[in-house]
């Protein structure tokens, strides 16, 4: 059973976020568990304040680091990323986190037991909570999101489809882009003709042997023209 604690301030934004498909599944089937949690529930003050000015001027408001520290004393009951057992993992969600790849999403499927991820907003979290608290800092691409949430979610499901049994047939993901190094050959489903745009020949003639030599060049070709960084790194 793999845990996974999400920590942020529109929990309501995670309302039916697991309720589809796969995560719906693993979740009905035990392979997983999802909590959502407030982050307000561990402010001290009045107004239960999450944000504040930035040390140093600048724009906007930060994530505070206080509250944060309490809820992950609650959530791992450890206070700080050297007391955590080694399958606990706590991911802060920041553009300035290492790009989430599909063997990141490997290694925490095969490794964790709990997962916590930390949705940050507005200009961002108290560095202190990367310095102190996550195991990983995790950007889902170049590109800057209003907040940590859908980061959360992209990771979830990503992880979740690589448990075992998570996904219909065992051998699934591992003809899936990025699990040898190559994108996906191109799928194609009736009808065969498409006002005029028909299904490769090679398809409909149930050679297994071409079939599979089509869809590799077809991996390939489609790898260099999208991703040919990809190319570079493998051993293809
Ligand atoms: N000032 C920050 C910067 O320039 O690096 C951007 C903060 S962003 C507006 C607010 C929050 O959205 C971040 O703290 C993070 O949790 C989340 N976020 C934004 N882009 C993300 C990305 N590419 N991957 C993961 N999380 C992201």
């Known amino acids: ?19 589809y498909g796969i995560t719906r599944r693993a979740l009905a089937a035990g392979l997983v568990e999802t909590k959502v949690h407030d982050l307000r529930h561990w402010c001290t003050d009045k107004h239960r304040t999450v944000d504040d000015r930035p040390f140093g001027g600048g724009d906007g408001m ?7 520290f309490a809820a992950i004393n609650d959530i791992t009951g450890f206070r700080r990323r050297g007391d955590y057992p080694k399958d606990t993992r706590v991911v802060l969600l920041s553009p300035q986190g290492l790009v989430f790849t599909q063997s990141l999403a490997a290694d925490l499927a095969t490794i964790a037991s709990q ?13 202190r909570v990367a310095e102190a608290l996550a195991t990983d800092e995790i950007s889902i691409g170049d590109y800057v999101l209003s907040g940590g949430e859908p980061a959360a979610v992209v990771v979830v499901d990503a992880v979740v489809r690589l448990l075992p049994g998570a996904l219909g047939s065992e051998t699934s993901a591992t003809y899936e882009s990025f699990s040898d190094g190559l994108l996906d050959y191109p799928q194609y489903t009736r009808p065969p003709n498409l006002e005029g745009l028909h299904v490769p020949d090679v398809l409909l003639k149930g050679n297994h042997a071409e079939i599979a030599r089509w869809r590799r060049e077809e991996a390939l070709k489609k790898t260099e023209r999208n991703r040919p960084d990809l190319l570079k790194d493998s051993q293809v």
């Open 1 to 19: 059973m793999l845990r996974f604690d999400v920590i942020t301030i529109f929990p309501d934004f995670f309302r039916e976020a697991f309720d």
């Open 62 to 68: 930060v994530l505070k680091a206080d509250p944060i």
């Open 115 to 127: 997962i916590v991820l930390i949705c940050g907003r507005y200009e961002g979290v108290d560095e």
